[in-house]
């Protein structure tokens, strides 16, 4: 297959994919993020060959065939230049939705009447995965007067509320009431 089909194919290819997540995204400001990095990536796969011919100095022979010499485009780095451009542009709405299921866990934890109030601090991953949670608890005064397996109880529905809500592995949960 020559460069030209391999291009064409590689730029079909990557169209797909983009299109298929944009019917996966929700319709809201991040979606309109998404969009934009999505069109840099595009823009990357289209310019390539013109970069090519830039490089080539405008004589037209892009492309080597039959002369023992590798022929295709030369690598400008372009493919990881979006990846970086993606993950930048991800950071702050792994941020913000980490913020937001934090938020949304520390209100459905407060509705315990032994809880007066609680903070939850999200870490993830550079995929975007969590890595790790920390639950802080500030108990209601009458729950030190409560027996210690009462109290075993309320830390257990705490680590079971935080599991269930964020779909993780227990062992990845840290509860601690102050």
Do not use: C
Not at 59 to 80: N, W
Not at 126 to 136: C, E, F, L, R, Y
């Amino acid at each position: 297959m020559g460069p030209w089909q391999q291009w064409l194919r590689m730029l079909a290819g990557l169209v797909l994919v983009i299109a298929f997540f944009d019917l996966l995204l929700p319709e809201n400001d991040s979606k309109k993020l998404a969009k934009l990095i999505m069109g840099l990536v595009i823009t990357a796969a289209l310019i390539q060959p013109i970069m090519a011919i830039i490089a080539s100095g405008w004589e037209g022979a892009v492309f080597t065939v039959d002369t023992g010499i590798p022929y295709g485009m030369p690598d400008y780095g372009l493919i990881h230049a979006g990846t970086d451009v993606q993950s930048a542009g991800m950071e702050p709405l792994r941020s913000l939705i980490g913020q937001t299921a934090a938020s949304q866990l520390e209100a459905l934890l407060i509705t315990n009447e032994s809880i007066v109030n609680a903070q939850v601090d999200i870490a993830l991953a550079d995929d975007g995965s969590v890595s790790q949670v920390q639950v802080t608890v500030w108990p209601a005064p009458a729950f030190a007067e409560l027996p210690p397996d009462q109290q075993h109880v309320v830390k257990d529905w705490v680590a079971a509320i935080t599991t269930r809500y964020l779909q993780l592995d227990p062992f990845r949960i840290l509860v601690e009431f102050v």
